[in-house]
Each structure stands twice: as structure tokens, then as C-alpha cells.
């Protein structure tokens, strides 16, 4: 059994900051990526970043140079520092792990993070 346990998300004014934080925990042995999505009101799931296990990131256009994404492997968990929050991304954002053994993909349970005046 794999839990994952996100922490971070909350209210914040545009322009703020907010730091997500995931960390993974059970039968899992050997981690591949990390990282998080976000799902809009009424929108898909959108990958928002996601690192792997060599340190290889990737962001969705619209946050690069805003967020930023890391990972301790030592405690299975990674962050999202994000930085001048917009309305826009307002959004449950999804912790996400792709595990090489077990083999697998596991899904946090989401927080909320608004960005709102």
C-alpha cells in the first residue's frame, strides 16, 4: 500500500507565493518521476511539472519561471515553490509518483490552491 500525503495548498492574492509539498510512503521501493497536476473548474488535468529520478524537470509553458519543482529522494517527497501565483492558476493540484518497483502510477488527493484578491 502506497499514501501519499500532499500539504501546502491554501488562499493567496495574486502575485504571492505558495509552496506545495508530496511526500510518498508504503511498499514502494524505487521511485522513477514525480510531480503535480492541476485540474481547473470544468477543465482536464493539466501536468503542471514533473522531475525523474536522474533531476530532469519539466514544466507546462505558462509556469516556467514562476514555479519551480524539486524532490529529496532520501524522503520520497517533492515540492512546487510557486511564485507570482496568477488567478489562473487556480486549481486542486494533484501530487503525482510513477513507480518502477511496484510498477505503477499513484495519486495524491489533491489540494486546493485559489488565488483570488
Known amino acids: 500500500q502506497v499514501q501519499l500525503v500532499e500539504s501546502g495548498g491554501g488562499l493567496v492574492q495574486p502575485g504571492g507565493s505558495l509552496r506545495l509539498s508530496c511526500a510518498a510512503s508504503g511498499s514502494i521501493f524505487s521511485i522513477n518521476a514525480m510531480g503535480w497536476y492541476r485540474q481547473g473548474p470544468g477543465k482536464q488535468r493539466d501536468m503542471v511539472a514533473v522531475i525523474t529520478s536522474g533531476g530532469t524537470k519539466d514544466y507546462l509553458d505558462s509556469v516556467k519561471g514562476r514555479f519551480t519543482i524539486s524532490r529529496d529522494n532520501a524522503k520520497n517527497t517533492v515540492y512546487l515553490q510557486m511564485n507570482s501565483l496568477k488567478p489562473e492558476d487556480t486549481a486542486v493540484y494533484y501530487c503525482?509518483?510513477?513507480?518502477?518497483?511496484?510498477?505503477?502510477?499513484?495519486w495524491g488527493q489533491g489540494t486546493q490552491v485559489t488565488v483570488s484578491s
Open positions: 503525482y509518483v510513477k513507480s518502477d518497483l511496484p510498477r505503477s502510477v499513484y
